[in-house]
């Protein structure tokens, strides 16, 4: 198996072991990184673009990473609030008054930032072309009643809290936040992830392979406050994530395209103290937003906090006492932030793995990463 990319010496066994993933683990084409202190010390690639297996994995190529977006849709909030244009504990109503319908008025951003809101689902059937078309979603958000007093629990909204998110950042700024990411992240630190994907960049970008449905929570695990309601979104796995309507649309908690290179670069200021690659992104005080306790995730064994988890999942691969916070996507990409070694990571690929007990090939990407750190 070809490893592309630069390691260095210490991560040695984590380059093997990427190698394994692809000679064990199934992996068809995927991407690793990682930054210490700023900078690159992992930035590796192999495998195919596609499932035939006839189009290298390249330098350049990107895919849709799912809802390790999120991290990116949260980072636009934390630029907002660093700019003193928006704080967490403003009432939405503030800046969107509409969302106030329906007993929601009450909802906090930072209810949005830490799924907590109450609206995990949209409450309504949705088509494709009805997720794809931002105002029509907003109007729908609008009118529902929460499923929760807002605040009161902790339920994953999946794909309406990049909606909700990114309706506030428009709402303050005139730009979607697909605009908005790119003119004030992504293009300030030269990071290539893109959310409302051009269809210029269609001819490097991965197909995404499935790997089965999504395992439904079993009935006795299901909140209660979920039973019975509609979720209403449509299909979003493949072959749908690889197709035009899709990659073009802004959907900011889930169809964000990149590579394990870009994650980071956008991402590491965050681990940095709010600097990284000549950029003064946020301040420390910022960052430190992040670790307010929002809620306990009901069943994902997560405390999430200010728009990135903090305890639970991904983080079992990390030394105990680290401060962390991560998130990861649907199939397998992650994101990790450790504030202790001011180190960023990040596994992208684009064969799918829907356990939902943890995905074996960034769990032990992330071991060897701390074995070579220590």
């Known amino acids: 198996m070809e490893i592309h990319g630069h390691c260095d010496e210490r991560f040695a066994a984590l380059r093997e072991e990427f190698e394994r993933n692809f000679t064990e683990r199934g992996d068809v084409g995927a991407s690793f990184a990682a930054t210490v202190e700023g900078e690159y010390v992992v930035d590796i690639w192999a495998g195919h673009r596609d499932e035939a297996k006839t189009q290298p994995w390249e330098e350049d190529t990107i895919v849709c990473v799912f809802s390790t977006t999120k991290t990116?849709?949260?980072?636009?909030?934390?630029?907002?609030?660093?700019?003193g244009e928006l704080s967490f504990d403003d009432p939405v109503t503030k800046y969107w008054p509409e969302y106030g319908q329906n007993g929601k008025g009450s909802t906090e951003i930072r209810h949005f930032m830490g799924h907590t809101a109450g609206?995990?689902?949209?409450?309504?059937?949705?088509?494709?072309?009805?997720l794809y078309d931002w105002d029509y979603v907003i109007g729908v958000l609008q009118r529902q009643e929460p499923w929760w007093q807002p605040g009161d629990a902790c339920g994953y909204h999946a794909i309406t809290q990049g909606f909700l998110v990114g309706e506030v950042v428009r709402r303050i700024t005139g730009s979607s936040l697909g605009t908005f990411f790119r003119e004030n992240v992504a293009g300030a630190l030269g990071a290539d992830f893109h959310i409302g994907l051009d269809?210029?960049?269609?001819?490097?970008t991965a197909e995404m392979l499935s790997g089965g449905p999504i395992p439904e929570m079993p009935e006795e695990m299901t909140p209660e406050f979920m039973r019975g309601r509609e979720d209403g979104t449509p299909d979003v796995l493949p072959p749908v994530t690889n197709t035009g309507g899709w990659r073009q649309a802004e959907i900011p908690a889930g169809n964000g395209h990149g590579n394990a290179r870009s994650v980071v670069r956008a991402q590491t200021a965050v681990a940095n103290g709010g600097s990284a690659f000549g950029v003064d992104l946020v301040s420390p005080a910022t960052i430190e937003q992040i670790f307010r306790e929002q809620g306990d995730m009901a069943g994902m064994g997560v405390i999430h906090g200010i728009g990135y988890g903090l305890?639970?999942?991904?983080?079992?691969?990390?030394?105990?006492d680290t401060k962390l916070c991560f998130w990861g996507g649907a199939g397998g990409s992650t994101i990790l932030l450790d504030h202790t070694n001011r180190a960023c990571l990040s596994y992208v690929m684009n064969q799918m793995d829907m356990n939902m007990l943890g995905d074996e090939r960034g769990a032990s990407l992330t071991g060897r990463f701390y074995e070579g750190l220590s």
């Open 72 to 83: 990116m849709t949260a980072l636009c909030a934390l630029v907002l609030f660093d700019r």
């Open 119 to 130: 609206l995990p689902g949209f409450g309504e059937k949705l088509t494709k072309d009805q």
């Open 199 to 204: 269809p210029a960049h269609f001819g490097r």
């Open 311 to 320: 305890t639970g999942l991904f983080a079992q691969a990390v030394p105990e």
